[in-house]
């Protein structure tokens, strides 16, 4: 890697611990383009008492950076799927920021997987990043707060207008086949199938972000601000006197069938990863294990945003809209509700009590589960 510088508590309608995440009924919303969107939102600002820390930190992570030249350069998200059969993923580990949102792939009961969208700024997986698969409508507002590149297998037509027509924030068209011979993606011939004569590819493309940031001249600034409201200076995190959290469940598909779970570890004071079927392992033998979670109900639809070119896609409803959050980290938990405006706002997040979110500094899995998902604390 090249360094760029035992109870169980449902969390749910009733929350945790006299009001943990009250449920919210947001207004739904698809995609819309910045330029006619008002804004609604701001994030809120730090207490009054804590005292200003004007030290740089990479803003993704909110960990502090020896010399802020060394940010100054694009953040890159992958788009990279996650269902068993194309496991391990290549890279993941090192991702400052991992949100994980529908694929759009439905099983023979209607209901759809997860894909997930590391985002690489303050370090960059030297070994490329993998499997690569196409973009979805919410990368746009997802990514448009810190403004980057999405390294990509193309997306439906609508889906590559909609990142088209937000390139002042995304750039989603530096896709595979539009960057050949720069070396900004390889095929892995190990991971290259047949389905009867067919030749597949799905599971075998590697994006290489340190290269992909090259192709292009926009966002070389690197993100502007901080992303979350991570704690500087002499801030804690809001988490110090959250409830105890040894194991967060998270559910995908209806009917908790399709469970993200992550456990505390005590001695790393991180959270290890687990997939429905196992431990999340990369191709590296590398457990995941992430310094924050954090998991953001939101109205999942399918939509078709741009009358004409056809196709419904997987979404989240996070422009204007809101709803409730869990936060995680160093074995306790909080929650509360967000909030976000236009495509390009920055997120906003109340605790249950009134007060501003404040996340530990490090890095972070971000879950998209539905409006009404019973995620489960145990203490």
Not at 14 to 21: D, N
Not at 90 to 117: C, H, N, P, W
Request: include cysteine; hydrophobic fraction near 40%; proline fraction near 8%.
């Amino acid at each position: 890697m090249d360094q760029l510088s035992r109870r169980t508590m449902m969390v749910g309608g009733l929350g945790v611990a006299g009001g943990l995440l009250a449920a919210c009924n947001p207004a739904s919303n698809a995609p819309t383009n910045p330029a006619t969107t008002p804004a609604v939102t701001s994030t809120p600002s730090a207490s009054a008492s804590v005292p200003a820390d004007t030290r740089p930190r990479w803003p993704l992570t909110g960990v502090l950076m020896t010399d802020p030249a060394e940010g100054k350069h694009a953040a890159v998200a992958v788009m990279v799927p996650d269902n068993k059969n194309e496991h391990p993923q290549r890279g993941i580990e090192f991702a400052d920021l991992v949100f994980v949102i529908s694929d759009g792939y439905v099983d023979k009961l209607g209901q759809a997987a997860t894909r997930l969208m590391p985002v690489f700024h303050s370090s960059m997986p030297t070994a490329g990043c993998g499997p690569v698969r196409s973009v979805r409508p919410v990368d746009v507002p997802i990514m448009a707060p810190m403004t980057g590149i999405i390294g990509n297998a193309s997306g439906g037509p609508w889906v590559i207008e909609y990142h088209r027509q937000n390139a002042q924030y995304v750039d989603g068209v530096l896709d595979y086949m539009s960057t050949k011979g720069t070396g900004s993606y390889s095929i892995d011939q190990s991971r290259v199938y047949r389905v009867g004569t067919k030749v597949e590819y799905d599971r075998a493309v590697v994006c290489y972000p340190i290269v992909l940031a090259k192709q292009t001249s926009s966002f070389a600034d690197g993100p502007a601000s901080l992303y979350f409201p991570f704690a500087t200076g002499d801030a804690q995190a809001s988490t110090a006197t959250g409830v105890p959290a040894t194991r967060v469940v998270i559910p995908w598909k209806r009917a908790d069938t399709y469970n993200m779970s992550y456990d505390y570890d005590q001695a790393t004071n991180t959270y290890l990863r687990s997939e429905p079927w196992g431990p999340h392992v990369t191709s590296s033998g590398t457990r995941v294990a992430v310094d924050n979670i954090l998991a953001i109900r939101a109205e999942q639809t399918w939509v078709q945003l741009l009358p004409g070119l056809g196709g419904l896609e997987p979404n989240h409803e996070i422009v204007n809209s809101e709803g409730s959050f869990v936060y995680a980290n160093g074995g306790k938990v909080v929650g509360g509700h967000w909030s976000k405006g236009a495509v390009n706002d920055p997120w906003a997040f109340v605790l249950d009590n009134g007060k501003p979110l404040v996340m530990a500094p490090g890095r972070t899995f971000v879950e998209f589960p539905t409006l009404d998902a019973n995620i489960q604390v145990t203490a």
